[in-house]
């Protein structure tokens, strides 16, 4: 069965640097685009991040620049580097499969990894 596993989340000051993975496993894992979401308490999820099969990224305004997300088809394995961290960028950050261009439309999410930036 399809599984994503997220670690890498931890407590930083503002400025520093943390990178998140998430280990795939159940399906083909280059065959989908794959993303991050965050969501912060009392707020709305909100996109992050996403790469298609190919490569190509995409990312959101708040986040560009700072973060790169990346993959490792041979490990299964989706990253996200977070530079420069500011506190808005504390939250639960998930891993989300999606078989669509639109990786909001997912269909298999991991349980999150939390971040917390003060």
């Known amino acids: 069965h399809v599984q994503l596993v997220e670690s890498g989340g931890g407590s930083v000051q503002p400025g520093g640097s943390l990178r998140l993975s998430c280990a795939a496993s159940g399906y083909t894992y280059g065959d989908y685009c794959m993303g991050w979401f965050r969501q912060a308490p009392g707020k709305k999820r909100e996109g992050v991040a996403s790469?298609?099969?190919?490569?190509?990224?995409n990312y959101a305004d708040s986040v560009q620049g700072r973060f790169t997300i990346s993959q490792d088809n041979a490990k299964n394995t989706l990253h996200l580097l977070l530079n420069s961290l500011k506190t808005e960028d504390t939250a639960m950050y998930y891993c989300?499969?999606?078989?669509?261009?639109?990786?909001?439309?997912?269909?298999?999410w991991g349980q999150g990894t939390q971040v917390t930036v003060s």
């Open positions: 989300v499969r999606s078989p669509y261009s639109d990786y909001a439309l997912g269909d298999y």
């Open positions: 790469i298609w099969t190919r490569g190509s990224t």
